[in-house]
């Protein structure tokens, strides 16, 4: 027997479920499969870093694949509703007789597997989907009412329970060497029609499944026992920095929840740095949990319906300067240039940023959403939503709609030198330590010697404007 495995966010050869089990069964050997949809992609506001990232992983990951003679082939359709057709003329053609496949959590996604299967299956061919996007699949840890949670502190209680009674999984081996399958590895092309080859952020994003490896190595033995002390530092290297390999899979998270087990003991609880990022790796989990249970969030909906009667201000002129890093908040403003330089922006500061959008300018969290998965290198639907929920009042487990961050006082408490906005705000670089966090409060002939804008709103003003329009729609 031939099994075709369909590579989608999963690219690596190490610990992949799917290839794994194709692997152990296929007397004929396996054949990959990758499709390239530019269409839906665009529509689903992938950025061009991401894109060229998960480009230059394909390379490494069919080299790979190719030194087990395990060819992977390369289908370009516009849109994922071609992608059914197309799979079923690959496995006629290569003579499959099943299709292995990792399943994936978007609603789209979902359709597309759905339909994929109902293909497939309908032509006779046997279909088989592995979880391993993430530890439990959704809807593995329920309530005790039989639903899906809806708040983060239960669902870890019960995830960890049901992870410790069957054993924190060990990652799977990559699979051995096949005989030649006289079928060729298909060249990955130069680019993607749409997006930009070779962005300037790629460079920070060495691709490959060695890469994820090695920052996961050395993010084990040199800083997640400090990451709990760390990790809302922005100007300390104190993060892992995974989460543009996971995205892309080219890394898994078994593989990672068990590097931190390992280093916290052979457990998942605790206080220290490896337990606080093991809690992270349950929150990407969570999220992936609340796609399935309440897919409304896949379709720009608030998962709290009643939040979609706050009145958001158009406000263009605002979002331009939060876009351009050009608000006047210098934290805010350093934090935006970095997501546009390097395509990736600290989980500290994403908070930040995304409060201050929210709640000082109350313009909608959507606007915001869409800005960043625009272009971060580690955009995912998922993680992306669940945070910009949580910062906009309006999602599961959320930030309560009073709790509004002061971005000056995030400053001073996380950059309390000012080495991260010196480093993306070189306007500000002659400031004290002092200064630097709040330019606006320098005397006049001070200030206007800096090419900095003023604040673009009062911060307390924002936030009473924010609480009286959240408070607005709970009176109703």
Request: a neutral charge.
């Amino acid at each position: 027997m031939r099994s075709l495995v369909w590579f989608r966010a999963d690219l690596r050869c190490a610990d992949h479920t799917a290839l794994h089990a194709a692997s152990r069964v296929s007397t004929r050997g396996v054949v990959a499969l990758f499709t390239i949809c530019p269409d839906q992609w665009r529509e689903h506001d992938w950025s061009d870093v991401r894109v060229d990232l998960l480009r230059r992983t394909l390379i490494d990951t069919s080299r790979s694949l190719w030194k087990r003679r395990i060819p992977l082939l390369i289908e370009t359709v516009d849109r994922f509703a071609d992608v059914p057709a197309r799979l079923l003329e690959v496995m006629r053609r290569h003579e499959c007789e099943a299709l292995y496949m990792n399943a994936e959590y978007e609603i789209n996604e979902r359709r597309r597997d759905d339909a994929a299967t109902t293909t497939v299956r309908g032509a006779g061919f046997a279909v088989h989907t592995c979880t391993d996007q993430v530890v439990l699949a959704p809807g593995a840890v329920q309530t005790g009412k039989g639903d899906f949670y809806s708040v983060f502190t239960p669902f870890r209680k019960s995830w960890i329970a049901r992870v410790e009674s069957g054993g924190v999984p060990a990652p799977l081996p990559a699979p051995k060497k096949q005989d030649d399958p006289g079928i060729a590895p298909d060249e990955v092309p130069e680019r993607i029609a749409g997006f930009e080859a070779d962005p300037p952020a790629a460079a920070h994003w060495p691709a490959g499944e060695r890469e994820a490896s090695k920052r996961l190595d050395r993010f084990i033995e040199h800083a997640i026992a400090d990451y709990k002390d760390r990790r809302d530092r922005p100007a300390v290297d104190g993060t892992s920095t995974l989460s543009p390999y996971l995205a892309i899979g080219a890394i898994s998270p078994r593989r990672c929840l068990h590097a931190a087990w390992r280093a916290n003991g052979e457990s998942l609880s605790g206080d220290g740095g490896a337990a606080t990022w093991i809690s992270e790796l349950v929150w990407r989990e969570f999220y992936r949990h609340v796609l399935v249970g309440f897919p409304r969030v896949c379709m720009h909906r608030a998962f709290r319906p009643e939040t979609e009667a706050v009145g958001w201000r158009e406000a263009d002129e605002d979002f331009e300067a939060w876009c351009a890093g050009r608000t006047g908040f210098p934290i805010v403003d350093a934090a935006m240039r970095q997501l546009h330089e390097t395509g990736w922006m600290h989980n500290r500061l994403r908070m930040i940023v995304s409060m201050f959008l929210t709640k000082d300018l109350l313009i909608d969290w959507r606007r915001g959403e869409r800005h960043f998965m625009r272009h971060l290198v580690d955009g995912d639907l998922a993680s992306n939503n669940g945070g910009w929920q949580w910062s906009a009042s309006t999602g599961t487990d959320a930030a309560p709609y009073f709790r509004i961050f002061n971005p000056f006082s995030q400053s001073r408490r996380f950059d309390p030198d000012g080495a991260f906005i010196r480093r993306y705000v070189p306007e500000l670089a002659s400031l004290d330590a002092k200064a630097i966090h709040d330019p606006s409060a320098l005397a006049p002939p001070e200030r206007s010697t800096l090419d900095y804008p003023a604040p673009i709103v009062d911060h307390a003003k924002g936030r009473a404007r924010a609480i009286k329009a959240f408070e607005r729609i709970r009176t109703a």
